[in-house]
């Protein structure tokens, strides 16, 4: 059964940075590009970033780009994000998502304020 | 960035049919956008129903079909059922599969 669980959300201070992880089981990690897709309180979905299923290869959106950074270690079947200089409309639930958006975690929330 | 237009809200009564459609700000919507469609219940994780424009999932109920119809995306829900009222988010890629844009997403009644 393919899972992914979500976590280190929380609450962080305008110009603040947090690491999420997510943690994958049920298929083979590496053979497959990962997403984060994040939705804010009341709001609807918005795409964040991809990565290869290798790590080489990292994609953004405009809204964040230069300021988080995607990665994985495929040995812990582990998908992070590091978010810095974060801002208050960053403000969301964050979600994993397997490659095809076929799978997702419950995700993680992430509250940006002073 | 290209902006995905869905409607903000559409009803539905028991039984009957319905379609959402997901249009482009960049044009025709066609397959090579690969159009994905996701329900989400209030409390839950998005869950896909359509890929590639018309590719159903094992769990994805056989009374939801995807198409391309007039330019844009379409879903098309063909004897609502109660459990049916949801969100639905639309999403496009472009420039290949590096992620994609989601449409502002669909609010369903079954009323």
């Known amino acids: 059964e393919v899972q992914l669980v979500e976590s280190g959300g929380g609450v962080v201070q305008p110009g603040g940075s947090l690491r999420l992880s997510c943690a994958a089981s049920?298929?083979?990690?590496?053979?497959?590009?990962m997403h984060w897709v994040r939705q804010a309180p009341g709001k609807g979905l918005e795409w964040v970033s991809l990565?290869?299923?290798?790590?080489?290869?990292?994609y953004y959106a405009d809204s964040v780009k230069g300021r988080f950074t995607i990665s994985r270690d495929n040995s812990k079947n582990s998908l992070y994000l590091q978010m810095n200089s974060l801002r208050t409309e960053d403000t969301a639930l964050y979600y994993c998502a397997k490659e095809g958006f076929d799978y997702w975690g419950q995700g993680t929330l992430v509250t940006v304020s002073s | 960035q290209a902006v995905v237009t869905q409607e903000p809200s559409l009803t539905v009564s028991p039984g009957g049919t319905v379609t959402l459609t997901c249009g482009s700000s960049t044009g025709a919507v066609t397959s090579g956008h690969y159009p994905y469609w996701f329900q989400q219940k209030p409390g839950q994780a998005p869950r896909t129903l359509i890929y590639?424009?018309?590719n159903k999932h094992s769990w994805t109920p056989a009374r939801f079909s995807g198409s391309l119809l007039g330019g844009k995306a379409a879903l098309t829900l063909s004897g609502a059922q109660p459990e049916d009222e949801a969100e639905y988010y639309c999403l496009l890629s472009y420039s290949g599969a590096r992620g994609g844009v989601f449409g502002g997403g669909t609010k369903l009644t079954v009323l």
């Open positions: 049920g298929f083979t990690f590496d053979d497959y590009a």
């Open positions: 990565i290869s299923g290798d790590g080489g290869s990292t």
């Open positions: 590639d424009t018309s």
